[in-house]
């Protein structure tokens, strides 16, 4: 039985995450939603506990879906997990070339590989960034996010920029 890791801040999470999940679950039997703290990025809109319970929320009914909080690097958080696999959504070439040289890194550290998993194009321009850039002006993203979320930034951002 084949588990993997998906990696990510998910701030927030987004349809793009969700089907990077849905890809991940025709290639191997379980995925570990790994919340990850990173320290190269601001602190965030949501807190990694608020975002866990929208992966939680968003993923209820997918008992092959675990998620959690991690600290700490990729490689010991895939290894505590017991994960075979590293899976990362791949968006552009740019997302390539920075997702190769960590996947090179990983491997030599750890041994882990990473598998990568090109997005469904209607997904090619959407990120965490451009969402919350969106719904902090009080634009449309219910078609870009699970309701849980589009429910949390519509709370989040009530009164603002409208």
């Known amino acids: 039985m084949a588990k993997v890791l998906i990696p990510g801040s998910f701030d927030p999470l987004h349809n793009g995450h ?3 999940v849905d890809q991940a679950l025709e290639l191997f039997d379980e995925v570990v939603f790994g919340v990850l703290v990173n320290f190269s990025k601001p602190s965030g809109l949501f807190s990694p506990d608020e975002r866990v319970g929208l992966a939680i929320d968003t ?6 879906i675990t998620v959690g909080a ?8 895939a290894s ?10 791949l ?3 740019a997302d390539y070339d920075i ?12 041994g882990i590989r990473t598998v990568f998993v090109p997005c469904n194009p209607e997904f090619s321009f959407v990120s965490s960034r ?15 996010v699970p309701a849980p979320v589009s429910a949390a930034l519509t709370d989040r951002f009530a009164g603002r920029g409208q």
């Open 18 to 20: 969700v089907d990077v």
């Open 59 to 64: 993923f209820a009914d997918r008992s092959e």
């Open 70 to 77: 991690f600290e700490g690097l990729v490689v010991d958080v």
């Open 80 to 89: 505590a997990v017991g994960a075979d696999f590293i899976v990362k959504g």
């Open 91 to 93: 968006r552009t070439a």
């Open 99 to 110: 997702e190769q040289q960590m996947a090179h890194m990983n491997r030599s550290a750890s």
């Open 130 to 144: 451009f969402i919350r850039e969106i719904a902090s002006h009080g634009g449309d993203i219910d078609h870009l």
